[in-house]
């Protein structure tokens, strides 16, 4: 299989694993790959990438590797960043007033929960200094 953007989401989850490489394939990346060629919703989409970009670059600087319980990945916690952002697109209740505390929850979701409780405090900190 050459082209893996034939295939629709479900039929990609249930037949193909795929490997990602943190090293070729960058959380921008796969930011950019789920909100850049959406035709409805384009304005939304090109929105949420801006403040997923800007959230996450803000993130990425506070050093979270070693304070989690469980070991995830970066992207991995990205990912599921994403996947709460479109599942909440689908129900098509989104407006611009309503992106920057929905990124907020689903990137804490994402990111917070998996932060061993000695360093949660520390984390918020940096939350509140940065946003």
Same mark, same amino acid.
């Given at each position: 299989?050459?082209n ?9 989850s249930?037949? +193909?694993?795929?490997y990602?490489?943190e090293q070729?394939w960058?959380?921008?990346?796969l930011? %950019?790959?789920?909100?850049?060629n959406? %035709?409805?919703n384009?304005?939304i ?8 970009? !800007?959230?996450?670059?803000?993130i !990425?600087?506070?050093?979270i590797k070693? @304070?989690?319980?469980i070991?995830?990945?970066f992207?991995? @916690?990205i990912?599921m960043t ?7 697109l689908?129900?098509?209740?989104c ?5 920057r505390p929905? +990124? !907020? ?13 000695d360093?949660?405090?520390?984390? !918020?900190?940096?939350?509140?200094n940065?946003?």
């Open positions: 299989l050459e893996l953007n034939e295939l629709s989401p479900l039929m990609l249930s037949c +193909v694993m795929l990602i490489d070729i960058t959380w921008k990346d930011i %950019l790959s789920n909100f850049s959406q %035709l409805n384009y304005d989409n090109q929105e949420l990438q801006k403040i997923l970009i !800007e959230y996450i670059s803000k !990425e600087s506070y050093d070693d @304070k989690s319980t070991n995830i990945s992207i991995s @916690k990912s994403i996947t709460l952002l479109k599942n909440y689908k129900n098509d209740k407006s611009f007033i309503d992106l929905l +990124v !907020e929850f689903t990137l804490l979701w994402s990111f917070i929960t998996h932060i061993h409780l360093y949660r405090k520390q984390f !918020e900190n940096c939350w509140r940065n946003f």
